[in-house]
T-cell receptor, first 113, second 109 residues
Framework: GAGVSQTPSNKVTEKGKYVELRCDPISGHTALYWYRQSLGQGPEFLIYFQGTGAADDSGLPNDRFFAVRPEGSVSTLKIQRTERGDSAVYLC???????????FGPGTRLLVL | GQQLNQSPQSMFIQEGEDVSMNCTSSSIFNTWLWYKQDPGEGPVLLIA?????ELTSNGRLTAQFGITRKDSFLNISASIPSDVGIYFC?????????FGTGTSLTVIP
């Protein structure tokens, strides 16, 4: 079956612009996670959704970052007033609720110039 | 946030050799996980560990959950070229997963 998909695969933007990153989880997975991975580092937790609600958003670095999942499926990570330090790979993962087996998407590579 | 230290940072080994890598934390975790990440892809779960002292195998891979709950190791036996990649440990606390810095493995045929 289809895995987790993320779009776009690459995004180049200018400092100060607004970007949206999309995640399509595996059908039926109620848990959805966003991570940020900088070069040479492991993924860093950003936010966790259980269904439509953000159950834990403590990893969001500041109020420029926001994520939604209005219908409990597709999620969008939104970054306002992008900064060069936001450049990273943004990974999305989904899971059946209550399990550790997260299925990761290929990520969106964001470059802020 | 939680700090997970992985070692070694990188490894260059001959095909057929065994590999060992470990992960230590300043905090206790209830679950330890090991992932492999290939270039341009997301991490893929290899092994999950749920109890202190647990030893679990998945083919040529064996991992253990440390008794102190602050560490874990991963062994790969008889390495093959497709084992190349970056290996990450991760610890789970509640709904959050904390990843290590990764061990880059290169297998020389």
């Amino acid at each position: 079956g289809a895995g987790v998909s993320q779009t776009p695969s690459n995004k180049v933007t200018e400092k100060g612009k607004y970007v949206e990153l999309r995640c399509d989880p595996i059908s039926g997975h109620t848990a959805l996670y966003w991570y940020r991975q900088s070069l040479g580092q492991g993924p860093e937790f950003l936010i966790y959704f259980q269904g439509t609600g953000a159950a834990d958003d403590s990893g969001l670095p500041n109020d420029r970052f926001f994520a939604v999942r209005p219908e409990g499926s597709v999620s969008t990570l939104k970054i306002q007033r992008t900064e060069r330090g936001d450049s990273a790979v943004y990974l999305c993962a989904s899971a059946t609720s209550g399990t550790e087996t997260q299925y990761f998407g290929p990520g969106t590579r964001l470059l802020v110039l | 946030g939680q700090q997970l230290n992985q070692s070694p940072q990188s490894m260059f080994i001959q095909e057929g050799e065994d590999v060992s890598m470990n992960c230590t934390s300043s905090s206790i975790f209830n679950t330890w996980l090991w992932y492999k990440q290939d270039p341009g892809e997301g991490p893929v779960l290899l092994i999950a560990l749920y109890k202190a002292g647990e030893l679990t195998s998945n083919g040529r891979l064996t991992a253990q959950f440390g008794i102190t709950r602050k560490d874990s190791f991963l062994n790969i036996s008889a390495s093959i070229p497709s084992d190349v990649g970056i290996y990450f440990c991760a610890g789970r606390t509640g709904n959050q997963f904390y990843f290590g810095t990764g061990t880059s493995l290169t297998v020389i045929p």
